[in-house]
């Protein structure tokens, strides 16, 4: 009895291994996620979900797309080795060996094609950059934020969040369980670049410097990234390739302080405010082409074809300046607020904006005819300026208010005044301009604002040994 028993046993297990191999040897489905933001060479950080990639298996009819979580599946594939094909607008085509099974599954990386990478992520059109400096002493021993760093430099040496003190907080900060993916990393270094991706602000990544970044500026393509900096007391102005891993290319001394960078409106020269004038940079050889002396102390300037606008001023008055690059020869100026700080450019370049720290507002400029068509009230001291990309709003950091204004410019009017931590300094708008960055100063953090309303959204927690400048976003 106990034979029959045992052959039974045995046809039984030879069933099951005969249905096993039949299975195999039968269909069987395939599961899979895209994910992007990514560097390659760190595979095991997670990455964003990616939808709406078309996925084929080569030399089949199967195709599928993923959805909104990224994920993918095939039903009834014949079991074997098969060759994944991904593709979706802006992102180059990838290819992935991928062999069926039970359980089969894979995961699939796809980066926009002009990605950079800094550290584990990719560094995508869209990203923003700050520049880091370090934080400077303070003279009397008391803590120069109000909210303790103690806890960021714990972190900075290997304590995680969830070991930090109750106390510790804010404005809009990430709090729970659910949001601890928003928590942004942080590092001991006091000179350094920050990138965060705007839809995951937890994912900041670090390039460290050797010298304190002030400002910042891409070229039109998103493959240069333009830094100033001062080394022995020297402005330098440091040109980087972000496809090349942020690789410095070239140093190129600047005269006196430099007080403003940005990109004329064609691309083509980089334009660089120092106290000693406005050096004109071709981003074709990143050598410089052209220097305007200050005629007098000067503090932003932007240019618009062959005009170049420049402002400065001091407590009682203020002046903007056009000249021709052409030929060096002034072609119009006017009145504007007392003490300008900073000059920005309509999108259309009809129109520009100066913001005048010693009468706090924003003078609004033609600049065809060189007119103040009106004084725009803000907050105090106004430092910086952001246009949004449709030329409808600016927004006005106010260093001793701690606030944004926002000027609706169609209507030439303030439509908001907004919160924001201690001495905003840097701003600038998102590529589809939803957003606004601002970079505060004094409390070392970026804060994220709607680019309509200015409502506050999301703000990063403060390096423990640095503080933030320059804002720009890559594009």
Known sequence: MGSVKCCLMR???????????????????????????VNPKSEHRAGDPLGGVSI?????????????????????????????????????????????GLGANCRVLMNPANSAYVGDFAVTPGTVYVA??????????????????????????????????????????????????????????????????????????????????LWLCFDSTGRLLYVTSTVQKQAILEVRDCMNGHKLLKNLPMGGMISDLKLSSDGTTLVVTGSEGVTLVDTQTNLPKGRLPAPFPLTSAALAGHRLFVCGGNATSGTLVAYDITTGKEVGRCSV???PTHVELTPDCSRLLVACSGSASASLVVTLSVTEIKRIGTGNNPQRLAISPDGCRCFVA????NTVTVIDLQAMAVSAQIEVAREPSGLAFSRDGRQC???CRKDGCLMMLDGKSGELTHTTVPQPNSVPYGVTVRP
């Open 11 to 37: 046809i039984f297990c030879v069933w099951i291994l005969l249905s096993l191999q039949l299975a195999l040897a039968g269909t069987t489905s395939l599961v899979g996620t895209v994910v992007t933001g």
């Open 56 to 100: 084929e298996v080569l030399g089949t009819e199967f195709r599928t797309t993923s959805d909104a979580n990224g994920t993918f599946r095939f039903v009834d594939l014949p079991s074997g080795e098969y060759t994944l094909v991904c593709r979706k607008d802006d992102f180059p085509e990838v290819r992935v060996g991928v062999r069926t």
């Open 132 to 213: 880091f400096s370090t934080r400077p002493p303070n003279e009397a021993g008391i803590e120069s934020s109000p909210y303790a760093l103690t806890e960021q430099k714990k972190w900075a040496a290997g304590v995680r969040p969830e070991q930090w003190s109750a106390t510790f907080s804010l404005p809009k900060m990430p709090r729970g369980p659910g949001q601890a993916h928003l928590i942004n990393d942080i590092i001991g270094e006091s000179t350094f670049l920050m990138t965060c991706p705007p839809r995951s602000p937890g994912r900041t990544a670090f390039l460290r410097t050797p010298a304190d970044p």
């Open 337 to 339: 607020g007392h003490r």
């Open 398 to 401: 106010n260093k001793i208010d």
């Open 437 to 439: 960055f601002v970079a």
